[in-house]
Antibody, heavy 116, light 108 residues
Framework: QVQLVESGGGLVKPGESLRLSCAAS????????MTWIRQAPGKGLEWISY????????NYADSVKGRFTISRDNAKNSLYLQMNSLRAEDTAVYYC?????????WGQGTLVTVSS | QSALTQPASVSGSPGQSITISCTGT???????VSWYQQHPGKAPKLVIY???DRPSGISNRFSASKSGNTASLTISGLQAGDEADYYC??????????FGGGTKVTVL
């Protein structure tokens, strides 16, 4: 079955960096756009970024543009999110997700906490 | 990248029908509107895609439509298990993704 497993979350200080990973299985990873979505504690969903199958078409939400970088390794069935210059408002559960037109599969999420 | 507008909460009694609205602009609410159900502590789950299509395994009690810049999700025959947060989303003409603020559905 389709599985997305995020890792790499944790507690960091403002200004620090963190790299999230997502391991995909149960489907042909290289054939799908992939997306990162986050949810701050007690808040709604916020789209962060997506990447196309060949890493040619990438887009970011204004809130993370210039600080976050999405990438993928189709040989490893893996999606990544490099997060730099982290701020308190980046504190959230980060979900790895399949597709962009609609999210057909979600990971369980990994919590990122930015606090001094 | 403004969020789509949803009511904060909607409630209904078991067996009743409820409707959740999702309003945006002509650039937001097009052919690629989707809806997600999220129970506390869980990842969201797709219940509607492409405005009014149901994924395999989703009850036909969930239906949706769109009129102008407003999409709507209707849950008929409300059940206790439907109590959750519901989010609309759209892939926009700007090639971005936008979510609504979420609606808490309470079964009375």
């Amino acid at each position: 079955q389709v599985q997305l497993v995020e890792s790499g979350g944790g507690l960091v200080k403002p200004g620090e960096s963190l790299r999230l990973s997502c391991a995909a299985s149960g489907f042909s990873f290289s054939n799908f756009y992939m997306t990162w979505i986050r949810q701050a504690p007690g808040k709604g969903l916020e789209w962060i970024s997506y990447i196309d199958t060949g890493s040619d078409h990438i887009n970011y939400a204004d809130s993370v543009k210039g600080r976050f970088t999405i990438s993928r390794d189709n040989a490893k069935n893996s999606l990544y999110l490099q997060m730099n210059s982290l701020r308190a408002e980046d504190t959230a559960v980060y979900y790895c997700a399949r597709d962009i037109r609609y999210i057909s599969a979600w990971g369980q999420g990994t919590l990122v906490t930015v606090s001094s | 990248q403004s969020a789509l507008t949803q009511p904060a909460s909607v409630s209904g009694s078991p067996g009743q029908s409820i409707t959740i609205s999702c309003t945006g602009t002509s650039s937001d609410v097009g052919d690629y509107v989707s809806w997600y159900q999220q129970h506390p502590g869980k990842a969201p789950k797709l219940v509607i895609y492409d405005v009014n299509d149901r994924p395999s395994g989703i009850s036909n009690r969930f239906s949706a439509s769109k009129s102008g810049n407003t999409a709507s999700l209707t849950i008929s025959g409300l059940q206790a298990g439907d109590e959750a947060d519901y989010y609309c989303s759209s892939y926009t003409t700007a090639a971005t993704v936008v979510f609504g603020g979420g609606t808490k559905v309470t079964v009375l």
